[in-house]
Each structure stands twice: as C-alpha cells, then as structure tokens.
C-alpha cells in the first residue's frame, strides 16, 4: 500500500559555461542586488559550485553545491513576481520531498525572507558576513564627494601627477595581447596569496575574457606609461552595475583609486543608481579597502534551512493503541522483519522503499533492521514496528515528509497477522501521533486501484477518499477530520 510518490516534474540542467548567456533575460532585471544572480559570478564559479538550472513559473531556480552540501538559490522571476516565486517555491518543496533532497535556500534575498519563513514549522536562518556584497551609491564613484572620499580623491591627484599620459577606454580587440600581458604580471601577486579562492578566480578570468562580448559585459582597461596598468569588468543587472573584476598593478600609485572613478563615470549611466563590488570572502585586508569607499549598504544574502516537522522528531516514539504497540523492531525480530519486507508477492503493491534492495541476496536479517534503523536516523520516513501481543505482526511507516508539514503514511503485515483489523488501527493510531505530537496538518496516502482490501483499510483507519486517476485512489486526513 505504501507507494512512491507522484512527483510534479522538475528538472535542473547544467549547461555549458559558454551558454550561460541564456539566462540573462533572469539576472538582468534581478531588483535585488546581489552579484551572485549575474551571468559572470555564474562563470567564474561555474566549476566550483558546479550550477544547474531549472525555469519554473516564469522563474529561474539555481542549484549549486558548496562544501558538499546542495542550495538551492531563491527564485529570480523575470517580472518580480512574488506570486511567480511563492509558486516557484512550492514546486521546489515538492521536487526535494519527492527525490530525498534536504530543502536548503542560499542567497534568499532580506525583503523575500517574510515569504519563506512563514511556511516552516521551523528553519536555520543564517547571514554570513564574509558573503555580503559591498553596495555604493555609483555617483559617489563618480564624483567622490565631500569630506568621505577626500582620500580617494588625493589618490586620483596623485595617479594623475604621476601618470599625465593615464588614460581609461572601454576595452577593444585589440587590446586582448597587452591585457593578457598585464595579467600575468598581475597574477604574480595573485597567485602569493595561496589560497584556493584567489587562484580560482585568476583562472576564471583568463576564461572569461573571450566571452565579455557575448555575455554583454562592460569592460575597461587603464594605461600608463604605454601599458595597461589596470582593468575592470562589470554586468548591469536592473539598477546596479556588478563589478565582477576590479585589478591593478600596485607599483602604481593611485590607480586603483582612478581605475573605479573611470570606469563608473564610464558605466554608470541610464538609471545606474548603485555599484556592487562583491564581497570580501573573508579576506581582512580587502575588507578594510572596501570599507573605506563608505558603502551605502552590506547585501545580505541569506541562508535558510528549513526544517520538516520529522526534523524536530528526537527519538522514534512509542505509541500504544487497544491491541497493538508501535515501535521500533527489536533485534530479536530481525526474522520476521526481514520476512515482511524481502517478500515479493506480498509487497508487490507496497511500491519503492527507501534503499531496499531488490533481491535478498545473502544479506542478513540484521541488515534490513539497521536499514530501518538507519532511515529513520537521516529522517528520511518514520518505520515502526507493529506488535500484537507482544509479537512482530508487521510495519507502519510516516514517509515523504515536506515542507508544508505534510507525510505519507503506509502499513503492511505479515499474512498471518491479517484480517484482524491491525492495520487500521496502526494507520489511525499513527496518524493521531503525527497531528498531535509531530504538528503535522495532512496525512496523505494512495493505495493501487486493484488493491480493494488497502483501499477499505484506509477507509476504516478515518481517511477520507480524495479521488483517483488510471493507476491510483488517492486518500487525505487532516486533524479537523
């Protein structure tokens, strides 16, 4: 009786760097100013974070993994949408719940996390502070104005005294040999910094360079001296230009000073109210430098870890009923177990369950009690054995938990444990468990239309017959039933 689940199909692509510019359309209108939603940030990292996409709702939904584990960003709509996005989010709920995906936001947006907390029983809300994008007004690079930026302004001087042939133009063909020139005595210095970030970013901007064009990027070099001396990159997403590269040679005084004014009164035009010149990564130094240019604002990007009600579930409980106690099986019915769940006839209605082999093999009878044991320590579904009399008479099991504080209920017994009523009383005693001790709002549960006797055991158990399609009856109780 117990089924897998019908998925609402969701499916996450990861395209090849050079087509990134597809998505474009999403990031180029993203009202919220964060530089990971670019198509550049998308590049440089594409092989450290390794991202797939899925458009759903009008919304584009990034996948990406860091430090082993999966995020999920939150929903970018094309039109700002929030309706788009909340249905965005649900589809997400469903994709993780139905293919054992632990649900974790990245990069939620401060004004969007009024929409997702609400929906979670509960939920790890984090905001690392070497993640914040540094956000300025871009008529503060422009002009550097008042008593704030009188030290940037002494740098330009200087670079102009310095440097009187210093000259800023947006990049052209033919500066492609002297910029890589210019690199490589720049990375020089890069590459001392020894860190795995710094030499992944150096990488990524050498493979960038061919495509700055085609991903319609903005790009500038400096020179001095009758070479370049500096170079930056920037993509306009809605009102902020995101500086994705900002470098110059230190020997030159000044410059980075001038290479930021240049390329904002260069970039910053047609409704450019803000420069987001990314974060620091940690990195002190290159905190204090961004400090010291007064941004206006830090760009939180949130992290969000919603937590199902199972999550919240310490222990597997113990529930007793007239005749039966729910429980987890006890080694001395390793047997038994093993016989209830290995028996293909049996279970041929019982549908897919988690990590169950398909064969017996020579595996143990322990090995499907640890297995038990061991879905229920990652909380993938919530197994109990059902005793009668103090004997092993067969199983119930809450799976499929999600994110709308929802589950899946099942039972089974061993044959000669039925027509005695026990699975229904397990399925209705569990079900009392899950609304009052775990909050769980829905149970839900599908049985295959040929298997009359699930179908009128559900029924009995209190769950009200929802409707059904060419494969199955679909069943619901919530507590008000």
């Known amino acids: 009786m117990r089924t897998g689940a019908v998925s609402i199909k969701m499916e996450f692509i990861r395209i090849e760097k050079e087509e990134l510019a597809k998505l474009a359309p999403y990031f180029s209108v993203q009202p919220y100013r964060i530089g990971d939603f670019s198509v550049a940030f998308q590049f440089m990292w594409y092989d450290a974070l390794k991202p797939a996409f899925a458009i759903v709702e009008n919304c584009l939904v990034i996948r990406e993994f860091f430090a082993g584990k999966c995020y999920f960003h939150f929903p970018i709509s094309r039109t700002g949408d929030r309706e788009e996005e909340t249905r965005a989010i649900e589809r997400l ?19 969007r996390l009024s929409m997702l907390l609400p929906r979670y029983c509960e939920a790890l809300v984090t905001n690392n502070r070497r993640w914040r994008d540094y956000l300025y007004h871009a008529e503060d690079f422009i002009g550097y104005p008042g008593k704030k930026y009188a030290g940037q302004r002494n740098h330009v001087r200087k670079f102009e005294k310095l440097y009187p042939d210093g000259v800023f133009s947006e990049l052209s063909p033919s500066d492609m040999v002297p910029l890589v020139s210019f690199l490589k005595e720049y990375e020089t210095v890069q590459r001392a910094k020894d860190t795995y970030l710094a030499d992944e970013e150096m990488e990524e901007v050498y493979a960038l360079l061919p495509h700055i064009g085609r991903f319609g990027l903005f790009a500038g070099v400096l020179r001095a001296e009758g070479k370049i001396v ?33 390329f904002a009164r260069a970039f910053c035009k047609d409704g450019v109210r803000f420069l987001n010149r990314m974060d620091d990564a940690g990195d002190l130094g290159l905190r204090k430098s961004k400090l010291q240019y007064g941004p206006c604002a830090l760009v939180a990007k949130y992290n969000v870890l919603p937590r199902r009600t199972v999550d919240l579930v310490t222990r597997a409980p113990k529930i007793e009923t007239e005749r039966l106690v729910l429980r987890p099986v006890d080694d001395g019915d390793a047997e038994a177990y ?31 009690v640890r297995l038990a ?35 899946e ?3 089974r017994l061993l044959p000669e444990f039925e027509g005695m009523g026990y699975a229904s009383e397990a399925v209705r005693a569990l079900t009392d468990y899950a609304f009052s001790k775990m909050n769980v709002e829905r149970v839900t549960a599908k049985c295959f239309r040929e298997n009359v006797r699930s179908r009128n055991m559900l029924l009995r158990a209190g769950m009200r017959e929802t409707g059904g399609d060419g494969t199955y009856f679909y069943f619901l109780r919530t507590p008000e039933m």
């Open 93 to 111: 709920e469903t994709y993780c719940r139905d293919e054992y995906i632990r649900l974790h936001f990245t990069n939620v947006p401060e004004d």
């Open 230 to 262: 500096g170079f930056s990159v920037g993509e306009r997403c809605g009102d902020t230009v995101i500086v994705h590269i900002e470098k110059a040679l230190r020997g030159y005084e000044g410059a980075y000073p001038y290479l930021a004014q240049q």
């Open 338 to 368: 093993a016989r209830l769940v290995t028996d293909g006839e049996r279970n041929r209605y019982w549908g897919e369950a988690w990590g169950m082999p398909k064969s017996r093999g020579n595996r143990s009878d322990m090995f499907y």
């Open 373 to 407: 044991r061991n879905v229920f320590a990652h909380r993938l579904e919530m197994p109990l054995a059902i005793y009668a009399g103090g004997m092993f008479a067969g199983e119930a099991l809450l799976h499929t938990f999600g994110y709308s504080s929802e589950a």
């Open 409 to 411: 209920i099942g039972a």
